[in-house]
């Protein structure tokens, strides 16, 4: 449920009225002849956006929409005029939610105000898709849930105020933005030279069990975090979060992680190949591995090789402590 629905029912429980007398819903269903190597863009405002990946040569749309209203005669009205927009054209399938009237400059207080709530209504509108496993997906939404497994191909999602939940995907490509809302990703595979881009506004990034040629992950009030994840370069950054990342380098790099006021905590194989130099302006340095130390007045800086120094990897605090960990190999654990 949202934020803005959730203020419109406490307000009429407070005015001694429900909305839920005018709730109603209706689902649909559609099938479109879409091939492998097509692509879909969903265009949605306030709902769950639902992708998955199946092993059929066509797609199917269903969708749920569910409008509120003071009077159930009103609800039934809007709910036979709102029909999302789903067409076909040239491989690719874009579904769009209609135009009917949204306001999203109304604020909090507005619920107050004595014409708003004599309309008191709203609606929202739930996708669930299967497509062909190889289909590019981008999905655009402002209030809700995203999320997308089985697919192999491009992944674009813009998501406002929703998290953003992915598995069991071989990538070709992404990009990945939420402003309020936490990403997590488990279980990809890049089938050729994928660069994969995340940025969260005020949540967390989490990606585990994963492969990448290159990865970006940018949190601006959240933390970082990756576990077993191979790549062949990557920038993380953290402005006031940690970085927590247990990775693999696969290449030449660079390998560069940044954090304004958080701490990073780095754990590679000990049979790397990497060039390091790693500063703290205010905080702690500490490593597993036989590398330099220096102190500074405030903080302090970590450099030399591990292996053959091959790769480079870079890490800049600014406020924080950095800890560069060995993880010992498989059959050493055994």
């Known amino acids: 449920m949202t934020l803005r629905r959730a203020g419109i029912l406490c307000l009429a429980a407070g005015a001694a009225f429900s909305l839920s007398a005018g709730e109603i819903s209706r689902s649909d269903e559609k099938t479109f002849d879409l091939k492998p190597g097509g692509s879909v863009a969903i265009l949605a405002d306030e709902g769950d956006v639902e992708v998955r990946g199946w092993n059929r040569d066509e797609a199917r749309l269903r969708t749920r929409v569910t409008v509120w209203a003071r009077r159930r005669d009103d609800a039934e009205e809007m709910l036979k005029r709102i029909k999302p927009d789903a067409r076909l054209e040239n491989g690719r399938l874009t579904v769009r939610e209609p ?11 507005d619920f107050l105000d004595g014409e708003f709530m004599g309309g008191g209504r709203g609606f929202s509108i739930d996708y669930s898709l299967d497509v062909p496993a190889a289909t590019d997906v981008r999905v655009d939404a402002d209030e809700g849930d995203v999320a997308l497994t089985g697919l192999s191909g491009r992944v674009d999602l813009v998501v406002d105020e929703g998290d953003v939940q992915i598995e069991n995907l071989e990538l070709t490509g992404g990009r990945i933005e939420a402003d309020e809302g936490n990403v997590r990703i488990r279980n990809i595979r890049h089938t050729r030279a994928a660069r994969l881009m995340i940025s969260v506004d005020e949540a967390d990034i989490r990606l585990a069990d994963a ?34 990342a247990d990775f693999t380098p696969d290449g030449e790099g660079p390998f560069r992680a940044e954090a304004d006021e958080g701490d990073v905590r780095l754990t590679v194989p000990e049979d790397a190949s990497l060039d390091v130099d ?10 597993d591995f036989d590398l330099d130390r220096e102190r500074t007045e405030e903080g ?3 450099y030399g090789r591990i292996g053959d120094g091959k790769a480079t990897l870079r890490v800049i605090v600014s406020e924080g402590n950095i800890t560069l960990m060995r993880r010992a190999r498989k059959k050493d654990l055994d």
Do not use: K, P, W, Y
């Open 300 to 302: 302090g800086r970590l």
């Open 211 to 244: 492969s990448l040629a290159s990865l970006e992950a940018e949190a601006d009030e959240g933390n970082v975090v990756l576990e077993n994840v191979t790549m062949g370069s990557c920038r993380l950054s953290a402005d006031e979060g940690d970085i927590i």
């Open 99 to 109: 135009d009917f009237g949204r306001d999203h400059n109304q604020g909090f207080f």
């Open 278 to 287: 790693c500063r703290s302006d205010e905080g702690d340095v500490r490593s």
